[in-house]
């Protein structure tokens, strides 16, 4: 097995035989974790703001996402994880559409397995995407969904946290190759393990914090606080025994259906 770390969605490779863990530590994949720790029963990812908007009003599902960071001024709410954690979700799914992190969840979705990380729920997700790796004979691929296309420091120090989480699943006859990749970024949290100050030398915390979401950046820097792992599925398989957080990925087809 070998893991590795795609520092940007289009620099995954061999995910047809990879699982692949998606990151957008801020704020993305952090709220997919906690909307579930509040009770939804589904999320819907969305690479668009327009198929999030057609696809969550058809169903009177709840449209939740950003731009800029932002709320989006027509939907219910934004990307903002401390909000979820303050609110009920219980038999309400959630329609999620962001800058980064949603497009990334489809850039990989052909993946046999895509699981949605975070700093908050590595432990759980690092142990489940080891146990699919294990049965199904694949590599391990985290998927850092990057800010703008660039580069982004949360993305790729979580990406180092999960490296060195996964590693330590291994027995002295199953230790990983880890790539390069996956070395650089295990460094690069292990020079700052402190993730809240690593983070706030980067360009999208600082942003965040600007805009006001400074307990989201410290939110989304908590460590192993979520045990919940959102799981890339499709409606119809939604309700088999392996996800019980089912992230679903919003399609033309699903909203002709709908
Ligand atoms: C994204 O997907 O680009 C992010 O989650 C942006 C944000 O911080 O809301």
Known sequence: MQIRAALLPELAASTASSVCIVIDALRATTVAAAVFQSGCPALYAAPSHDLARRFARARGYLLCGESGGKKVPDFDYGNSPVEFSTINLTGKPVVLSTTNGTRAIAAVNAAPHVLLGAAVNRMTAARLAWE????????????????????????ATVAGLFV?????????????????????????????P??????????HAHTLANLGFGEDVAFCAQIDTISHVPVLTTEATASEARPSCPAILVTEELIATA
């Open 132 to 155: 699919l790796a294990v049965e199904g004979g694949y590599d391990i691929e985290i998927v850092c969904s990057g800010t703008n296309g660039h580069f982004t420091l949360e993305d």
């Open 164 to 192: 060195e989480a996964i590693g330590g699943f291994a027995g002295p006859w199953t230790i990983p190759d880890i790539a390069d990749s996956a070395v650089a970024c295990r460094r690069l949290w292990q020079k700052e």
């Open 194 to 203: 402190n993730m809240l100050r690593g983070w706030m030398e980067g360009a």
